[in-house]
């Protein structure tokens, strides 16, 4: 009887997980791989589309015993499977074209006559009358579900050294439905969300119910990296932006340009007549998908689709990229987002069996309700995301308010993870990890952090080599308060220089934040127009260790600062403060900040006291951030940034020196240029009121570092030109590599191109010129004409280096003028 019940047991447990899984390559005749060919399962809507390799990986929930492939110019073939699992087929297809009842064009598809051109022109006609934009207002319930997971997991590794200790985790192993691979799950992140809009008034407002974390909670730079990465997106917008870059949405209206459309099919998708049409991109190394979509035949609103990144397109460290979609049909004429899923495969490069990450994100839509009314100021009530009653919620909550359950393997996330947290050799792995993305050592048993370690050393001609150290408190990534410190040594002068600050958060609603603090130390002054209160920061010039020609201008300054900042409208920051700094030259023989003072000995001053009144505000529509303590952390670039800052000179106040008034305003916007890349702009001017010396004034930032930074001119010397009057401008803009891969022996190595142009106009009165006449560098403003230079870089450079040519388009018959110069940088970037 214990036999039969435990057969009979297996028998349930194995019908219950039925489900079909095929794998494999597709070629030709020839053995060469077929690309976008279409595999499908007989008489379903299930399918996908192999890859630039031929690979193709397809898993079903149901039972399935004949697999159809198909691309155009090639005979159509069905295989019988035999099995639930059929793994390493190799299909080879035969050129001869096969016609069904759709008719299919061969090769590269033309965009005249084509009946899926057709069908893609009522799309855009329609698209504006589907969804959300039918109805006055709207709400709705939003479940979102974050996890990564380490990938292509095998015995090899499951053995390693690494993992000693530890096997317990590979109790909760799955395989993706996309990719075939086996994973593990490491990071889940739940959330659940009430959104509400109005369409007449524009407005729209999201209500945090629930938020529920494994594995990282404590680590701002972790959630953050992962809620900027899967930003949300419309696929019928013309451009997609993901990873910071804008791919060509297969429903764009450029997309004829882009893509090659086939219809393919016809079928009935949920009670309702869909047309199927496949896509794939014209030319390699273009950020473009392939995939295919359904269609309704009369509201012409798309039922599913599916995108994947072709993995010829200039993307560094994404292997695979896979989108789906699932929308409602609500009425004859309302198709709404149900459902939208994800998947991310990360690694260090695109060979099919390298190991990586995948980055999954399932976002799930229900309990829509249309045409009730909410008042405006219901949408201009602020709410507090970081409530602990929302990121504390019962398992009972999260069981009735999931929109999708979890899987028995994400299920075991939670308390896999919190066994892993007890475990010595996981613990020094997260914290050596920890160390190198924040560049700070924790020393959690006295809640302090030391470094940045990034900023430990340095050279210049005042002090040599330099060394830095640091620390601050940390309690938590929340912490109300906040104190920082650094020293400083210079082997060459043998002095000791120090920066210490300190923040606290006095109210949490309006960002109400009282700061101060001191400084003394050699500084690079004029490395920006706009004046910096920073008491803690670095500067690249005079820390740097190689520069171009002598780096010889620095200044001794003993900065003290006390500020009061506040939010009191989302992204609207105010500050209001004072500062008193003590300025004089580092190299009096090489530099002098020398002015005419008549109460003087010798009638010439060589330090600066100064005291400030300063007002600033900064406004940065767009931008987000994550946390709620006195330092909270960005999670998107992509946004505008507007700065007015006015500043007044007390004289007498402590002795302070000059009476002088201060304006400057900066616009910065980075624009998304769909296809042709992205262009950051920045626009800057200022004027000072009053006679003031060289260490007042505005100095137009060159760089003599070996360094490219944005909004410096790479060709000037530092104190190159000085104003009291300004107006400057940069432009760089990122083609992605839209012009390198359509040259034949450029195109595989995934370079980008950047082009730059920046120039700056300015003046300086009579009365600051006869001021700082003392002074022993020459006193010259871009009056006469603007100022201009332009650079032409390489980008992806072995993917983290980037290098720019900069030429300087005037002023060459300055004395030591450098028409020429060479500058790079290195990071990580998609």
Same mark, same amino acid.
Not at 127 to 142: A, F, P, T, W
Not at 497 to 521: C, P, Q
Not at 563 to 592: C, D, I, Q, Y
């Given at each position: 009887?214990?036999r ?38 007989? #008489? ?7 890859n ?54 061969v ?9 899926a ?14 969804g ?133 099919? *016809? ?25 295919d979509f359904?269609?309704?035949d ?7 689709i ?29 198709f ?15 060979k ?18 249309f ?31 999931r ?23 996981? #613990? ?20 302090i ?67 101060g ?42 900065l ?31 530099? *002098? ?51 007015l800052?006015y ?14 008034r ?17 262009l ?15 260490g ?6 060159g760089?003599q ?92 450079i ?33």
């Amino acid at each position: 009887m214990q036999r039969w019940l435990a057969v009979l047991v297996f028998w349930i447990s194995a019908f219950g997980l039925a489900q079909t899984k095929v794998g494999g390559v597709v070629v030709d005749e020839l053995g060469d791989p077929v690309a976008f060919a279409n595999v499908l399962f007989k #008489n379903s809507t299930e399918g996908t589309i192999s890859n630039d390799d031929g690979r193709f990986y397809l898993e079903s929930q149901d039972r399935f015993d004949t697999l159809v492939i198909s691309f155009v110019g090639y005979t159509s073939r069905e295989i019988l499977l035999s099995s639930r699992a059929t793994l390493n087929m190799e299909i080879v297809l035969v050129e001869g074209e096969q016609l069904d009842e759709v008719v299919v064009y061969v090769g590269k598809q033309s965009k005249k006559n084509n009946p899926a051109i057709d069908i893609l022109r009522k799309i855009w006609a329609k698209k504006r009358s589907n969804g959300l934009r039918l109805y006055d207002q709207y709400r709705y319930d939003e479940y979102e579900k974050i996890e990564f997971d380490l990938n292509t997991i095998d015995s090899a590794l499951m053995q390693s050294k690494i993992f000693r200790g530890m096997e317990f985790v590979f109790e909760d192993l799955d395989t993706s439905r996309i990719t075939g691979k086996t994973y593990l799950p490491v990071f889940i992140n739940e959330k659940f969300t009430t959104v509400y809009g109005d369409n007449e008034m524009n407005l729209d407002k999201q209500v945090v119910m629930g938020n529920k974390n494994s594995g990282f909670s404590n680590n701002q730079a972790i959630i953050a990296f992962v809620q900027d990465l899967y930003t949300q997106y419309d696929v019928y917008d013309n451009y997609i932006k993901l990873f910071d870059k804008s791919f060509t949405s297969p429903l764009s209206k450029t997309g004829i340009d882009t893509y090659n459309y086939v219809l393919a099919d *016809s079928a009935y998708i949920k009670d309702k007549w869909c047309y199927n049409i496949i896509y794939y991109p014209r030319r390699k190394n273009e950020l473009t998908f392939k995939g295919d979509f359904w269609v309704n035949d009369t509201t012409y609103a798309i039922a599913e689709i599916n995108m994947q990144v072709t993995r010829s397109a200039n993307v560094n460290w994404v292997k695979e990229l896979y989108i789906e979609q699932e929308f409602e049909v609500l009425s004859d004429s309302v198709f709404l987002l149900k459902r939208d899923y994800l998947l991310t495969d990360f690694a260090l490069n695109k060979k099919d069996k390298s190991r990586g990450v995948y980055g999954k994100r399932t976002t799930v839509y229900d309990n829509y309700i249309f045409d009730q009314a909410q008042p405006k100021d219901f949408y201009q009530q602020k709410q507090d995301p970081f409530n602990p009653v929302v990121m504390e919620r019962s398992d009972a909550f999260w069981e009735n308010n999931r929109l999708e359950d979890l899987n028995r393997d994400e299920e075991g996330i939670y308390a896999m993870l919190d066994t892993l947290k007890t475990v010595p050799k996981f #613990n020094t792995f997260y914290y050596l990890a920890s160390v190198l993305g924040s560049g700070y050592i924790e020393i959690d048993k006295w809640n302090i952090d030391l470094g940045d370690i990034y900023s430990a050393w340095g050279y210049n001609d005042a002090e040599g080599v330099r060394f830095r150290g640091g620390v601050r408190t940390f309690f938590g990534q929340n912490d109300p308060w906040r104190i920082q410190a650094y020293g400083a040594y210079g082997f060459m002068d043998q002095r000791i220089k120090y920066g210490i600050s300190g923040k606290v958060l006095l109210d949490r609603r309006n960002r109400l934040i009282l700061s101060g603090g001191n400084r003394r130390d050699i500084e690079q002054l004029g490395l920006n127009l706009t004046a910096t209160t920073d008491v803690l920061g670095r500067s690249i010039a005079s820390g740097n260790l190689l520069t171009v020609g002598t780096n010889d201008r620095l200044t001794n300054i003993n900065l003290s600062t006390l500020m009061l900042e506040m939010e009191p409208v989302k992204n609207l920051r105010m500050r209001f403060g004072t500062s008193f700094r003590t300025l004089k030259s580092a190299l009096p023989e090489a530099f *002098s900040l020398d002015y005419l003072d008549p109460d003087a000995p010798g009638g010439v001053s060589s330090q600066i006291r100064q005291f400030d009144l300063i007002t600033t505000l900064v406004y940065t529509p767009g931008k987000r951030t994550i946390g709620y303590g006195v330092e909270r952390r960005d999670i998107n670039d992509n946004y505008s940034t507007l700065l007015l800052n006015y500043t007044h000179g007390v004289r007498g106040f402590l002795e302070s020196d000059f009476d002088y008034r201060k304006i400057q305003f900066s616009y910065t916007q980075p624009w998304q240029l769909g296809g042709l890349g992205r262009l950051t702009t920045s626009v800057e001017v200022g004027k000072t009121f009053g006679a003031v010396p060289l260490g007042l004034l505005n100095v137009v930032p060159g760089n003599q570092t070996f360094f490219t930074i944005f909004n410096s001119f790479p060709n000037l010397d530092f104190y190159e030109f000085v104003t009291d009057t300004y107006t400057s401008m940069h432009l760089e803009h990122n083609f992605n590599g839209r012009i390198f891969s359509r040259i034949p022996l450029l195109r595989d190595l995934n370079l980008r191109e950047i082009v730059g142009l920046r120039g700056v106009w300015g003046e300086l009165s009579e009365e600051n010129r006869v001021l700082s006449s003392p002074t022993n560098i020459p006193l010259q403003a871009p009056d006469d004409r603007i100022y201009w230079e332009y650079s032409f870089g390489v980008g992806n450079i072995f993917k983290i280096f980037r290098i720019d040519f900069n030429f300087r388009g005037n002023y060459l018959e300055s004395p030591d003028a450098r028409p020429f110069s060479v500058t790079g940088t290195f990071g990580f970037q998609f």
